[in-house]
Each structure stands twice: as C-alpha cells, then as structure tokens.
C-alpha cells in the first residue's frame, strides 16, 4: 500500500519498527480524515526541513577560531568570502564600516586558511 522507501524513511524519521509507523500513518489519517498515502508524503516536506536545518547548524558550528570577534561574526566572514568573493582586506574594512570592529587582515587570513573555505564554493 505504501511506499516502502518512504515509508523506511518515516521510520528512521521516528525512531519506531516500519510496521508501527505503518499503524501509526493508518490511525492518524483515520483520526484526520485523509488519505494515509498522502499523509506519508507530506511528512517528507517535513523531514526534508528537518534534516536541512540540521545541516546548516553543522554548517555554523564547524567554523572555529580563538578569536573573539571572528566567532562573532563568522557568518557575514564566511558569506562575504565565500559568496561574494571578498579578499581579507576588504572583509577587514567591511568589518570596520558595517560593525565598528577591528578584524585584521591576517586573523581573517587565518580563520579562512584554517576552515578551509573557498571562494564561489559550496562550504558545506
């Protein structure tokens, strides 16, 4: 009746044998009032944000440095090195302009060279 892929997945999704989840799909579909194969794949919208969100926190947490104000904004470092193709000297002085923070050049040089980051690159 179901996709089996989908339905393996739903499991793994939550935590549970795939003949429960196929009981559990069947009972909430009853309780809605919808059909249990379209129930099965909304919940893959579902899953998908999950497990994007859970790449873009991994995402975030692997950038590290000793420095303070780099861990604060490593994000908009990344980004301005990464997507639009800054050099350290002009994300030392978009730094300086936009936060009022003093960043130089080599820290940023630094921070990039040890993250691995690559300019016009997928960083994930």
């Known amino acids: 009746m179901f996709n089996q892929i989908q ?3 739903f499991a793994k999704f939550l935590n549970m044998s795939e003949e429960k989840a196929e009981i559990t ?4 579909a009853k309780y ?6 379209f129930l099965l794949k909304s919940y ?5 944000m999950t497990k994007e969100a859970e790449e873009e926190k991994a995402k975030l947490k ?3 440095s000793r420095n303070v104000l780099i861990l604060k904004y490593k994000e908009e470092i990344s980004d301005l090195y ?7 000297l002009k994300i030392s002085r978009a730094m300086k302009i936009n936060h009022n923070v003093k960043i130089s050049k080599s820290s940023i040089e630094n921070f990039v060279k ?3 980051l690559v ?3 997928d960083n994930g």
Do not use: A, M, R, W
């Open 25 to 28: 799909l069947k009972k909430q």
């Open 44 to 48: 893959k919208v579902i899953y998908e």
């Open 62 to 64: 692997k950038y590290n």
């Open 114 to 116: 040890q993250n691995n």
């Open 7 to 9: 339905l393996k997945n």
């Open 32 to 37: 809605l009032k919808v059909n249990s194969t």
């Open 119 to 121: 300019k016009g690159g």
């Open 82 to 88: 990464c997507n639009k193709g800054f050099g350290y």
